[in-house]
């Protein structure tokens, strides 16, 4: 019995090996040949086990994995791996039972409470997790991707000052690794330190030139401190990188909206819409772009497709109600000022366009509630006081007109035109051109 178990191992002692090497399928056989000469091998079965696991053959490594855990089922090892097999199949519940089993089996085992804590993780049980991977960062405080795993944790629940300093953590432990940077900017991103977060985008760039995620998320802050040219060139390069990416169209279409590229924008839109002709954010995004280039039928036909695709977009209806209007089609437009109010009563903007529709339309009273509800909505907007003033000033209400008017010069920013405008008529009809106070 000796001389055959002493045979069985050496088949498996060479199957490690070549396994060592790379050479898998001699490894696959040296391990059959050892197991068929000794069947109740529990360790030759764990060995091809966590071949086959490395190879992505779960269900062989599964099977054998089974075997090493009835033949000796005080292996915490066998648990480990099964565990791990049972995370690649995405089996969450199944795997937390393994580690847990090996964690019973060997409590300083910090590899089972990391892996456990991953499941946790992935099931959104995030106190347990951090608990895990607390534990597995005590245990090898070394552990990286412990520490990273457990900044993750401390970022998902909102906890940015504790993630930014395990991110520090793990780029102290492994400088190389791009990962640390761009976490750690997104959480400085989340506390509004850009300038930081940029300076970790451009560290993670260095490492690694091609880095889609850097791009991507220092397009990001850029957008947000307004360098919108600096987004669009990583938007450029990103592209570059993933001509194919549906989103990053519509990202630069947006910067190039802000950047008031409407003709760009538009292109963006339709590079985006043809990887994903179904979005209805892409349709209602190209229509404001269209109908700020005055294009209103194509505007209109794109928040037409909008609707059909989601009829729950209020500033759709919001938006055909504007071109609706440039077009002189008020009636229509009254329409979707009504639509897009009864999905958004809170949707001010609403309440001005179907004011200026009933203006149009001489329906004076109706204005003025609208614009008054406007107002309530948002006190500070200084269209529903201007528009009102004007309901009020068509009807010879110069008094409510002019109190609207100084309300609105009191909320208005700038010294446009219409502000001119309604200074000379409050001093021509000698009203204060302040706002009373």
Known sequence: MNETIKESELWLDRGDEFAKSGENDKALECYRKGLEINPRAAFGYFKRGQLFLNL??????????????????????????????????????????????????????????????LCLLKLKRLEPALEDLTKAVDLNPTYHEAVLSRANVYYEMKMYKEAIEDYSRVISLNPKDERGYISR??????????KAALEDYNSSIQLNPDS?????YRAMIYSKMKLYEKAIDDYDRLLLLKPDLMDLYNNRGIINFLLKRFDEAVRDYSSALKK????????????????????????????????ELDPKISSAYLGRGNANAA??????????????????PKQYPSYIGRGNAFMKLRYYKKAQEDFTLAIEIKPDNPLGY????????????????????????????????????????LSKNNFSTTDGE
């Open 56 to 117: 992505g053959q779960f269900n062989n490594a599964l099977n054998d994995l089974n075997n090493s855990v009835l033949l000796n089922p005080n292996f915490s090892f066998a648990y480990f791996r099964r565990g791990s097999v049972y995370f690649e199949l995405k089996q969450y519940k199944a795997a937390i039972e393994d580690f847990s089993k090996a964690i019973e089996l060997n409590s300083e085992f910090p590899f089972a409470y990391f892996k456990r804590g």
């Open 185 to 194: 900017g997104i959480a400085l991103g989340a506390v509004g330190n850009y």
């Open 212 to 216: 889609y995620m850097s791009y991507n």
């Open 276 to 307: 994903n002709p179904n979005s209805a954010t892409l349709y209602y995004n190209r229509a404001n772009s269209y109908f700020n280039l005055k294009k209103y039928i194509e505007a209109i036909l794109d928040y037409d497709k909008t609707i």
């Open 327 to 344: 077009l002189g089609n008020f009636k229509e437009a009254l329409k979707d000022y009504s639509k897009a109010i009864t999905i958004n």
């Open 386 to 425: 201007l528009n009102r003033g004007t309901a009020f000033k068509t009807e010879n209400r110069n008094y409510e007109a002019a109190r609207d008017f100084q309300a609105f010069l009191k909320h208005a920013q700038g010294t446009g035109h219409t502000v001119s405008q309604v200074r000379q008529w």
